[in-house]
C-alpha cells in the first residue's frame, strides 16, 4: 500500500513504458467495499426474512448514507456493495455511520438473527467505469473487507494518513498484513468504536452511547435552530419586489404567479422576433419585447388566482418560458466548440438569474444543500461543484414538486443566443459593459461577482448569460461535437467524471462571455467562480 | 470518563465542522514538482500523456485540507505571473485536477507550446511562496 502512494505520487515513473491507456480515465479514490457476514447462514435461518431485511438495509441505509458522504454506489452484489468516495474522511465516516446504525437494529433481535457488516475502506487508483470499478486498490478494499470482524470497519494505511488528524476515533494498529493476491504487505487498522467492541466492554459502550447523543443532540439542536426563525411571507415578498424592477406594481400576491408565467421572448403574434424562426441567418433581433407587455400577458392568461400560498413558502427563481425552436450550436471559434450543428429543442422555462446565494441558503436551511454560502443575498452563489448544483435543484424540485432541473448544454446555449447568430447576443464585436468579465468594462474585477442582474438582459430577457458565473449544465464533457444529440436533451453517455460549465465568470476575458463558449470542470470538485442556473421542463 | 467525552465532543465537533479556510500556506521546504513526461524539448506528434510528477508532498483531492499535500494544475502557455492571493484561475490554458489526478490526456494545435505544473491548496491557492515546475517548452507537429 505504502509502495503505491508513493507510485501515484509520481505519477507511476516505473511504469513509464506501458503505453498510454486511451479510453480508461483512472481516478484516485476512496473505495468502500462492504458485505454482510455470515450471510449465507443467515439465509438459512430465515431465507425470505433475510432477502428482505438485507434489501432494507440496502435501500435505508446503505444507498442515503453513500449519498449524504458524496460518494457514489458503483456496484451492489447479493450481499454487499462497492463505493466510491473523493475523500477519505467521508468513506470513512460513511462506514461509521453504516455500523453505528446496523448495531441500533441488531439490538432488538435475537443474537442468531444480527446482520453485521464488514468493511474495508482503501485508497487507491482505480479505473471507473460505468456500473463498475477495477484496478488493485478495490481488491485491497475487498480483501480488507474479508479480514474484517463482523461488525468492524478496516482501513489500510492510505487511508489512515488521510484521516488520522480529521476524524477523531480510535484507530488500533493491526500491523502489517499479507493479503491474497497482493504482493506487498498492507498495514491495516481498525477504526474504533465500533459495534463489536461495544458488545464486550462497557467502556466503550459509554463512549459511543455519549457520541450518539452528542450527534443527535447536535442534530436536534440545529433542527430547531434553523425552525426558528421563520419569517418567509414577508421576506418572500419583499424580494419579489426587489428582484424585479421591471414590473414594480404588481400586486404582489400575483407576483410570483405572473413572473413564472411571462414568457417575455412571446409577443402576441409578433412576427420575426421570436426564438423558434430563428432558422439560417436570422436578423440580429431587436430587443423589443420588453418585460411589461408579456406581464400584461402573463395576467391576461386564465390563471385561477392563487387561493392561497402553499404552506411552506420557499423562494422560487423567476423564469422565463423559452418557446422551443431550431438554432445553430456552436461556432468556429474553438475547438471544442466544432462541429458547427442543428439543434431542435422541446419547449423549456430557465431562470432569469443565476442561482443567489439567498436562493441557495434556503437549501442549505433545509439542510438539503451542503454548506450555507457567504456573502450578499443579491451575488449569485458561487464555490459549487456540480454535485453541489444538482443537490439544489433537486431540493428545489421536490420542495416545490415541479420539474426543476439543470439546463441541457443545448438549452443553455439556445437561451444565451436568444435567437441570435453572431459571436455576441449583442453583435459580433464585444462591447464594454455589457458582460461581467475581466477586463471587460469599468468593473473591477472584485472577489465576488456583484449582485445577479447587474448588466443588460439578452433578448430573451435573460440575464448574466456570458461573464458573472460559470453555469453547470446536465452534461457530461465531450471534447467537441461529434455525436452530440440534436434534439436538446442533455448529452450524458460517455466519461462522466466531468461536466460541462457555461458562461465564463468575471476571472475570465470576453472570449469565455461568448453563447457558444464551453469549458468543463470535475464533477465533484468546488471552484470559486462555479455557480448555477436552472431550468424547468414545461 | 473523561477520555470519552474529550473523544465523543470532538467527534461531533469533526463531524459538525470540517472547513478550514488555508491560503498561503508554505509548501514542504523540500517539496519538487516535475513532469515526469514529456521533457523539455520534446517533439510530440499529436495529442500525448502528461505525467506529474510530485516528490516529499502527497497528491489529494481540492476541498481536502491536509497537512503538506496538495493537487496539480497545468499552465499551458501561460506567461502572467502567478498571484499567491488569488485562486489559480481556471480557463482553457489552466487545466484543473482537483479529483487528485496525477496525469492528463493533452491534445494541443500543432506549434511550439509551454508547459508548467502548479500545486494548489485545498482552496485553488498556490503555497507561498508557490510551488511551481520548471517550464518547458515543447513542439506539437
Known sequence: ?538 | MGIARTIALSAALAAVSCTAHAQGKPAAKDAVLYFVWPQNGANIKGAFWCRFGLRNMGVTHAGDDFQNSGHHHLLIDVNEPLDVKEPIPQDKSHLHFGAGQTEARIDLPPGKHTLQLVLGDAKHYPFDPPLVSDKITITVR
Not at chain 1, 478494499?141 to 480510535?170: H, M, T, W
Open chain 1, 1 to 538: 500500500m505504502r509502495d503505491k502512494i508513493r507510485d501515484i505520487n509520481s505519477a507511476r515513473n516505473a511504469r513509464d513504458s506501458a503505453p498510454p491507456r486511451m479510453l480508461t480515465p483512472r481516478r484516485l479514490a476512496a473505495i468502500v467495499a462492504g458485505d454482510i457476514a455470515g450471510y449465507s447462514r443467515l439465509m438459512e435461518v430465515d431465507e425470505e426474512g433475510t432477502h428482505e431485511r438485507v434489501r432494507r438495509i440496502q435501500r435505508d441505509l446503505v444507498d442515503p448514507t453513500i449519498a449524504e458522504h458524496h460518494g457514489r454506489l458503483v456496484k451492489t452484489t447479493g450481499d454487499g456493495f462497492f463505493a466510491i468516495f473523493d475523500s477519505p474522511v467521508e468513506a470513512v465516516r460513511c462506514g461509521i455511520v453504516i455500523q453505528q446504525n446496523m448495531q441500533g437494529r441488531n439490538a432488538s433481535m435475537p443474537r442468531d438473527h444480527w446482520i453485521e457488516f464488514r468493511i474495508g475502506v482503501n485508497l487507491g487508483d482505480v479505473i471507473i467505469e460505468d456500473d463498475d470499478v477495477y484496478g488493485d486498490g478495490v481488491n485491497i478494499a475487498s480483501r480488507l473487507e474479508r479480514i474484517a470482524d463482523p461488525g468492524q470497519l478496516y482501513i489500510s494505511g492510505g487511508i489512515y494518513e488521510q484521516i488520522k488528524n480529521k476524524l477523531v476515533c480510535g484507530y488500533q494498529s493491526l500491523g502489517d498484513r499479507r493479503v491474497k493476491n497482493i504482493t506487498d504487505p498492507i498495514r491495516v487498522y481498525r477504526v474504533l468504536p465500533d459495534p463489536a467492541a461495544f458488545s464486550k466492554s462497557r467502556r466503550r459502550e459509554n463512549i459511543l452511547l455519549l457520541l450518539l447523543s452528542c450527534v443527535l443532540l447536535a442534530i436536534v439542536g440545529a433542527a430547531f435552530w434553523y425552525l426558528l426563525p421563520h419569517p418567509y411571507p414577508t421576506m418572500r415578498h419583499q424580494a419579489s419586489t426587489q428582484a424585479l424592477p421591471a414590473a414594480p406594481n404588481e400586486p404582489s400576491l400575483l407576483a410570483p404567479l405572473a413572473r413564472q408565467a411571462a414568457p417575455p421572448p412571446q409577443p402576441p403574434q409578433s412576427s420575426p422576433s421570436v426564438a423558434p424562426v430563428t432558422q439560417g441567418a436570422a436578423p440580429p433581433i431587436q430587443p423589443a419585447p420588453s418585460t411589461a407587455p408579456a406581464v400584461k400577458q402573463a395576467a391576461l392568461q386564465p390563471h385561477p388566482a392563487p387561493a392561497a400560498p402553499p404552506a411552506p413558502a420557499i423562494r422560487e427563481p423567476e423564469m422565463i418560458t423559452v418557446r422551443g425552436g431550431s438554432f445553430t450550436m456552436g461556432s468556429n471559434d474553438d475547438a471544442t466548440e466544432k462541429p458547427v450543428h442543428q439543434v431542435t429543442l422541446k419547449p423549456f422555462a430557465i431562470g432569469r438569474y443565476p442561482v443567489s446565494i439567498r436562493e441557495w441558503n434556503e437549501c442549505a436551511a433545509a439542510k438539503a444543500c451542503p454548506f450555507e454560502a457567504a456573502g450578499n443575498d443579491d451575488a449569485p452563489v458561487t464555490n459549487l461543484s456540480w454535485s453541489d448544483a444538482k443537490q439544489f435543484v433537486g431540493w428545489l424540485a421536490g420542495a416545490t414538486k415541479k420539474p426543476y432541473r439543470l439546463p441541457s448544454e443545448a438549452e443553455w446555449e439556445f437561451a444565451a443566443r436568444a435567437g441570435t447568430q453572431t459571436r455576441y447576443w449583442w453583435g459580433d464585436r464585444f462591447q464594454s459593459g455589457m458582460a461581467n468579465c475581466k477586463n471587460c468594462g469599468d468593473v473591477p474585477s472584485a472577489e465576488q461577482p456583484i449582485k445577479v442582474g447587474s448588466f443588460k438582459p439578452n433578448p430573451f430577457g435573460l440575464y448574466d448569460m456570458g461573464g458573472g458565473v460559470n453555469q453547470w449544465v446536465e452534461d457530461c464533457w465531450h471534447k467537441n461535437y461529434h455525436g452530440a444529440p440534436s434534439d436538446g436533451s442533455p448529452w450524458v453517455e460517455g466519461d462522466c467524471a466531468s461536466h460541462v460549465i457555461r458562461s465564463g465568470s468575471w476571472k475570465n476575458g470576453e472570449r469565455y462571455a461568448r453563447p457558444a463558449s464551453r469549458d468543463y470542470y470535475d464533477t465533484n470538485v468546488r471552484y470559486p467562480t462555479h455557480g448555477l442556473r436552472v431550468a424547468l421542463s414545461p
